[in-house]
C-alpha cells in the first residue's frame, strides 16, 4: 500500500475558497491520474499526467486544475467554479508511458465543501 | 470517448457460490481491461486485468473473459469467501492510456 500519499485524510472548506490536495509518490512512476469518487457514481477522471511538465483534461475538468512541475508530486486545485466539489478524491499512479500499466491508488482525501 | 457499464450494481451470494459481474464498453479502439477491487474504507486495487488480444485469463479463483466482437468482458469469483465482500469496478481503457470505470458492484458474501 505504501509509495503514493495524499493529504490531508479529510479537508473541510467554505464554499467560494479554492483548495489544493496533495499526491506525492515515490514509485518513480511517470504517469499520475486524479479520480473524483461519489456514491453510485464509480471513479470519474478528472485529469491525467504522463511525463513532467504535461497534463491532459479527463472527463470532468471543468472547475479543477493541476500541476505537474515534478514527476513525484501532481497536485490538484479545486477551484471555486467547481459547483458541486465535496467528494472523495483519489490519486493514482503507473509506470511507463504509452501503454496501460495497473494504476496504483493513494488513501483519498474526503473533501467537504460547506 | 469511452463508456463502461457495469451490472449489476448489487450482487448478494452465499459463501462458496460464484459470481459474475458484466461490464460492456462502447470504444471498439479500447483494448485493456482491469478489474480493480475496493473494500469498505479502503483504497481500489487492482485484481485482474486483460488486454484485447486475450479472450480470458485466470488467477486462482478468479477470472475474467473478454469478447471483442459484442464488447463485453466479465468477472468470473469461484467458491466465494466473506473476504471476497466488497465493491468492484471494471474500466475500459484505449489509445489515450486513460481509463474509464463502471459505477460499481458491491459483492455481499454471505457466511
Known amino acids: 500500500d505504501g509509495g503514493i500519499t495524499q493529504s490531508p485524510k479529510y479537508l473541510f472548506r467554505k464554499e467560494g475558497q479554492n483548495v489544493t490536495l496533495s499526491c506525492e509518490q515515490n514509485l518513480n512512476h511517470d504517469a499520475m491520474y486524479w479520480y473524483r469518487q461519489d456514491p453510485g457514481q464509480g471513479l470519474r477522471l478528472i485529469y491525467y499526467?504522463?511525463?513532467?511538465?504535461?497534463?491532459q483534461k479527463g472527463d470532468i475538468a471543468e472547475g479543477y486544475s493541476v500541476s505537474r512541475e515534478k514527476k513525484e508530486s501532481f497536485p490538484l486545485t479545486v477551484t471555486s467554479a467547481q459547483k458541486n466539489p465535496t467528494a472523495f478524491y483519489l490519486c493514482a499512479s503507473s509506470t511507463g508511458q504509452g501503454a496501460f500499466y495497473e494504476q496504483y491508488f493513494g488513501p483519498g482525501t474526503r473533501l467537504t465543501v460547506t | 470517448g469511452e463508456n463502461v457499464e457495469q451490472h449489476p450494481s448489487t450482487l448478494s451470494v452465499q459463501e462458496g457460490d460464484s459470481a459474475v459481474i458484466k461490464c460492456t464498453y462502447s470504444?471498439?479502439?479500447?483494448?485493456?481491461f482491469p478489474w480493480y477491487k475496493q473494500e469498505l474504507g479502503k483504497r481500489p486495487q487492482l485484481i485482474i486485468d486483460i488486454r484485447s488480444n486475450v479472450g480470458e485469463k485466470k488467477d486462482q479463483r478468479i477470472a475474467v473473459t473478454l469478447n471483442k466482437t459484442a464488447k463485453h468482458f466479465s468477472l468470473h469469483i469461484t467458491e466465494t469467501q466473506p473476504e471476497d465482500s466488497a465493491v468492484y469496478f471494471c474500466?475500459?481503457?484505449?489509445?489515450?492510456?486513460?481509463?474509464?470505470f463502471g459505477k460499481g458492484t458491491l459483492l455481499t458474501v454471505n457466511p
Open positions: 499526467s504522463q511525463i513532467v511538465n504535461d497534463f
Open positions: 470504444d471498439s479502439a479500447s483494448n485493456y
Open positions: 474500466a475500459g481503457g484505449g489509445s489515450n492510456y486513460k481509463l474509464t
